[in-house]
Nanobody, 128 residues
Framework: QVQLVESGGGLVQSGGSLRLSCAAS????????MAWFRQAPGKEREFVAH????????LYLDSVKGRFTTSRDNAKNTAILQMNSLKPEDTAVYYC?????????????????????WGQGTQVTVSS
């Protein structure tokens, strides 16, 4: 049974930082691309960041470039989203996702349909 479990969300002031973790089990983690998506109230789920299987290539939503960094530790089956300089507009439920994408990602952002497994989400709230 595949499980993706996010942690690290919470309430932070504007300009602050949070570090989200995604612990994966039940799948060969190093064979899967990983991504982060988010969904704010009343809005569609949107792509935030992607990292390829080896961790050598990343892609970001334009509005988070320079503020967010995604990484992975294949030995620990864990993906990370480091979020700095947070803004109120970053408030959302953040989801990690795993998939075996059939293409090299970029510059076009991947669709959520390209990922097979999803976590339950973790709430990130940024106060102004």
């Amino acid at each position: 049974q595949v499980q993706l479990v996010e942690s690290g969300g919470g309430l932070v002031q504007s300009g602050g930082s949070l570090r989200l973790s995604c612990a994966a089990s039940g799948l060969p983690f190093s064979f899967y691309d990983m991504a982060w998506f988010r969904q704010a109230p009343g809005k569609e789920r949107e792509f935030v960041a992607h990292i390829n299987r080896s961790g050598t290539s990343t892609l970001y939503l334009d509005s988070v470039k320079g503020r967010f960094t995604t990484s992975r530790d294949n030995a620990k089956n864990t993906a990370i989203l480091q979020m700095n300089s947070l803004k109120p507009e970053d408030t959302a439920v953040y989801y990690c996702a795993a998939g075996r994408l059939r293409r090299v990602v970029g510059p076009a952002k991947p669709s959520d349909t390209e990922y097979t497994y999803w976590g339950q989400g973790t709430q990130v709230t940024v106060s102004s």
